[in-house]
């Protein structure tokens, strides 16, 4: 095989990574690899994620990573990828979490369009969950976006956190590039001034836009013109449900204090029916390659977790029995969960419960239909005739009637 400072070069790949045994390669970027691997102590598929060797080199980075793994053991989310499993001293550090099979939002938009109605409204207040969850154990996410998103069974789960905060700021300082996707960068990594909890509340804007539109919330176009319309608030709402865009475009200000809190995102997200009918406005550019406004369902479970392009991955079908993604229960924010998975199987996961739409208004009072021949109008008594024509009404100028007359 061949190998560069221990890392694999090509399309080869390393048999075991730990004692995990690596199945194949599902994605790659700046910073590291990941892999889907099997642990035979629990024959459960799990993504493993490498650092490359130039960030492995990094002794402020590696401490970063590891100083964040613990951070991150604690986040208990039904809407974040669980870590269980890391090793930050080793020649190439790695990172091990749970395999979440299906589609990223990136892929999702891309191939089927905009999320509309119970979609839209499962993927923001999931979102918004996640990112609260990810606060209450004062860890900041810095790179939401549709490719760090799946698409799990209709919740959106967040994945690659892990190794991006960890590492991005000592890249940063020490050669000046950003780190991250420009189209869902904040004012502030583009200024260079402190970040927070409302970095990841930026994010989210970015990120729903992307997901209710089908276009990039900031446009195309250069890193300055894009790096300019973010500082002035210039985000892409067209085709945007309307009951969506009071809270985007706070959450996109380029005030922090000004953005709501993941709490509070939680709160109005919570009451938000998108469901309803709306009509899209017209006049917005349309984007190449998008199929139109639609409601996109959750794709069904596959029989195999590899083919079903889990992590936001694609590539064959392996000769695995499938593994059901389990809900973890919930701990109390604080309590660590480190170490490694035990051999008693997975933990288990509390299901997702999808946001209580609003309490319908009382129900229309049932009138009586109209019939051929009579007026509609309040119950009468039914007259003593026989006779079905209807002509003008008699009585009193301005009396309302529904008698027919006779003949």
């Given at each position: 095989m061949a190998m560069s400072a221990g890392f694999p070069t090509g399309e080869e790949l390393p048999e075991r990574i730990g004692h995990y045994v690596i199945r194949r390669r599902i994605g790659a970027g700046g910073m590291g690899v990941v892999y889907q691997a099997e642990d035979p102590r629990t024959d459960q598929f799990v993504a493993v994620k490498v650092l490359k060797p130039e960030v492995a080199g990094d002794h402020i980075a590696r401490a970063r990573l590891a100083r964040e793994v613990e951070t991150m053991r604690r986040v208990q989310s039904p809407n974040v990828a669980e870590v269980i499993d890391a090793d930050t001293q080793a020649e190439l550090p790695w990172v091990v979490t749970e395999y979440i099979p299906g589609p990223t939002l990136d892929a999702t938009v891309t191939d089927h369009g905009?999320?509309?109605?119970?979609a839209l409204t499962r993927f923001v207040t999931g979102m918004a969950r996640a990112i609260k969850d990810i606060h209450a154990v004062d860890v900041i996410h810095r790179d939401l976006k549709p490719g760090n998103v799946i698409i799990s069974n209709g919740e959106p789960i967040v994945i690659d956190f892990g190794i991006a905060h960890a590492v991005d700021?000592?890249?940063?300082?020490?050669?000046?590039?950003?780190?991250?996707?420009?189209?869902?960068?904040?004012?502030?990594?583009?200024?260079?001034?402190d970040l927070g909890p409302a970095t990841d509340v930026h994010a989210w804007g970015g990120t729903v836009a992307f997901a209710s539109t089908g276009r990039p919330p900031y446009g195309a176009g250069s890193f300055e013109v894009i790096f300019f319309r973010i500082l002035n608030g210039e985000i892409d709402m067209d085709g945007m449900h309307e009951a969506l865009r009071p809270l985007v475009n706070r959450a996109v200000s380029r005030d922090m204090s000004a953005r709501p809190t993941a709490a509070e995102l939680v709160a109005e997200t919570g009451r938000l029916n998108l469901d309803l009918p709306w009509t899209e406005p017209t006049g917005g550019m349309p984007h190449a390659g998008q199929t139109g406004g639609h409601t996109v369902h959750a794709p069904a479970p596959t029989q195999n977790p590899a083919a079903s392009g889990g992590h936001g991955g694609g590539g064959s079908a392996e000769r695995r029995r499938p593994v059901p993604r389990a809900r973890r229960s919930a701990v109390p924010p604080g309590t660590s969960r480190a170490g490694p998975p035990t051999a008693g199987g997975p933990r288990t996961r509390a299901a997702v419960t999808p946001p209580t739409p609003p309490a319908p208004g009382p129900a229309p009072r049932r009138r009586r239909p109209a019939?051929?021949?009579?007026?509609?109008?309040?119950?009468?008594?039914?007259?003593?005739?026989?006779?079905?024509?209807?002509g003008p009404p008699r009585g009193r100028a301005g009396a309302r009637t529904t008698r027919p007359p006779t003949t």
């Open positions: 905009p999320l509309r109605g119970r700021g000592a890249k940063l300082t020490q050669t000046g590039t950003f780190v991250g996707t420009p189209s869902y960068l904040s004012p502030e990594v583009i200024e260079g001034t019939t051929r021949g009579r007026v509609a109008g309040p119950p009468t008594r039914t007259p003593r005739t026989t006779s079905a024509a209807v």
